[in-house]
């Protein structure tokens, strides 16, 4: 088992930053794909960002490539999604997951575990 907690979500202005934090427990975190996605209301989930298990491999959402980052901490157990110039349609639940394998990174069902996720809201 993977446990998984994200945190840092909160409520930011349009343009502004928060920086999610998703720490980790359990089975080895080093090997696996550490996925981001969110859920605006009535909205299927969404990826947003995933990142491979040494890092070399990342990739985005076209909707948040060039203000969003994410990275991951070994050391820590924990991945980052640095997020910057915010805007209202960014807000969602967001959740970090966790899988092996990169192929299907983008795609929900291709996870099996999930945190609880965080609540972000930008406000225009």
């Known amino acids: 088992q993977v446990q998984l907690r994200e945190s840092g979500g909160g409520l930011v202005q349009a343009g502004g930053s928060l920086r999610l934090s998703c720490a980790a427990s359990?089975?080895?975190?080093?090997?696996?794909?550490m996925g981001w996605f969110r859920q605006a209301p009535g909205k299927e989930r969404d990826f947003v960002s995933a990142?491979?298990?040494?890092?070399?491999?990342?990739d985005y959402a076209d909707s948040v490539k060039g203000r969003f980052t994410t990275s991951r901490d070994t050391a820590k157990n924990t991945v980052y999604l640095q997020m910057d110039s915010l805007k209202p349609e960014d807000t969602a639940v967001y959740y970090c997951?966790?899988?092996?394998?990169?192929?299907?990174?983008?795609?929900?069902?291709?996870?099996?575990?999930w945190g609880p996720g965080t609540q972000v809201t930008v406000s225009s």
């Open positions: 997951a966790a899988r092996l394998g990169w192929r299907g990174r983008s795609t929900p069902g291709n996870y099996d575990y």
């Open positions: 359990g089975r080895p975190f080093s090997s696996r794909v």
């Open positions: 990142i491979g298990w040494n890092s070399d491999t990342i």
